[in-house]
């Protein structure tokens, strides 16, 4: 068996290529870096787990994560967060809607980033 994909949607380049880096060596990792890539790339490919950046221009990540949830296709999959800020009430809501499977901190520290994505993909 191959191994599982993890997708990362980010409107940064530099973070897109640190993670990218930092899980190559366990995960297949397929790069986004909008939520409209995001969606065209799961017409063709199925990841284990998308990694969203919650604050991204044109579409949010909380956006993309209920147009994935809306999908029944995409619906099941695992979902986590990116962020470099606190949710307030309203996000937290939403976020607790979508059933996210994490909610990440940037920045985060590379060893304990990459433990947790290995503790995410075991479930």
């Known amino acids: ?3 599982k994909k993890i997708m990362i949607v980010d409107d940064e380049e530099d973070t897109l290529d640190l993670i ?3 899980l190559e060596s366990d995960f ?4 986004a870096n909008d939520g409209k890539k995001c969606l065209s790339l799961l017409k063709k490919d ?3 787990l998308i990694l969203v950046d919650i604050m991204m221009p044109k579409m949010s990540g909380t956006d993309l ?3 994935i949830r809306s999908d029944p ?3 099941k999959m695992k979902i986590a967060f990116l962020t470099v800020v606190g949710l307030d009430d309203v996000d937290k ?3 607790d809607k979508i059933k996210a499977v994490d909610y990440i901190l940037k920045p985060f520290e590379n060893r304990v980033f990459v433990e947790k994505m290995k503790k995410i993909m075991a479930k």
């Not at 297949?28 to 790069?31: F, H, M, P, R, T």
């Open 1 to 3: 068996m191959g191994k």
């Open 20 to 22: 990218e880096n930092l």
């Open 28 to 31: 297949d990792v397929i790069k």
């Open 46 to 48: 199925t990841p284990d």
């Open 65 to 67: 994560a209920e147009a």
């Open 73 to 75: 296709k995409t619906r």
């Open 93 to 95: 809501k939403r976020v």
